[in-house]
């Protein structure tokens, strides 16, 4: 059975820090991961990610995908206050299904 | 709990044809969302419901019908299926309590064609 697993679900930390969300994976016949930010209803897109160890960067946030483990991370470096959202990994496989993690809730406190 | 599920996992329609794409929830979550998702484009709301008998417009909605009778269902209608309404559909719940926000769950999807 195809999985997405997010860790932490919830992580509160203080404007200027730096956070790392993961995401693992196991699924059939993998096409690429997709990370996305869900502040009120839909959730907006961040990246795309299909090749191992290349890096994506917009802004404060990157992210890269490691085939080897299965995983990805999101890094968002020095946290402002609307950064506070769900974070959203997905996994789209050969069918061209998209499964989803429960996402991690991030609070950036002032 | 199964969580989210959907009904088909496919289907191809002729233009002009009507279908309901189902969608039932077992975690007694009082929101329900469907989204549908073009090939490279992020996830659009179609139409969000706050609890059973309470519907809302996404961003969207036209060509698109919901109910919601239950808590558990909240299923979506085209009526006349256009070849623009070729796209994966997913339908999501969460549980609202009070003004805090929680994470949404998943279903597996419907991918649809419209020929």
């Known amino acids: 059975e195809d999985k997405v697993v997010q860790s932490p679900l919830s992580l509160v930390v203080h404007e200027g820090d730096t956070v790392t969300l993961n995401c693992s994976y196991e699924?059939?016949?993998?096409?690429?991961l997709l990370w996305y930010k869900q502040e009120k209803k839909a959730p907006t897109f961040l990246f795309m990610l299909?090749?191992?160890?290349i890096e994506k960067k917009s802004g404060r946030l990157s992210s890269i995908l490691d085939k080897k483990e299965l995983s990805s991370i999101l890094n968002i470096t020095a946290t402002q206050t609307g950064d506070s959202a769900i974070y959203l990994c997905?996994?789209?496989?050969?069918?061209?299904?998209?499964?989803f993690g429960t996402g991690t809730r991030l609070t950036v406190i002032p | 709990n199964a969580g989210v599920t959907q009904t088909p996992k496919f289907r191809i329609l002729k233009i002009g044809q009507s279908m309901t794409l189902q969608c039932t929830q077992d975690?007694?979550?009082?929101?329900m969302y469907w989204y549908r998702q073009d090939p490279g484009m992020g996830l659009k709301l179609i139409y969000y419901?706050?609890?059973?008998?309470?519907?809302d417009k996404g961003e969207v909605p036209n060509g698109y019908n919901v109910s919601r009778s239950t808590t558990e269902d909240f299923p979506l209608r085209l009526e006349l299926a256009a070849p623009s309404q070729t796209s994966v559909y997913f339908c999501?719940?969460?549980?609202?309590?009070?003004?805090?926000?929680?994470?949404?769950?998943f279903g597996p999807g419907t991918r649809l064609t419209v020929l």
């Open positions: 999501a719940s969460s549980k609202m309590v009070g003004s805090s926000y929680n994470e949404q769950f």
């Open positions: 699924v059939t016949n993998f096409r690429s």
């Open positions: 299909t090749s191992s160890g």
């Open positions: 997905a996994v789209k496989t050969g069918a061209n299904n998209l499964f």
């Open positions: 975690m007694n979550h009082n929101y």
């Open positions: 419901s706050v609890g059973a008998g309470i519907t």
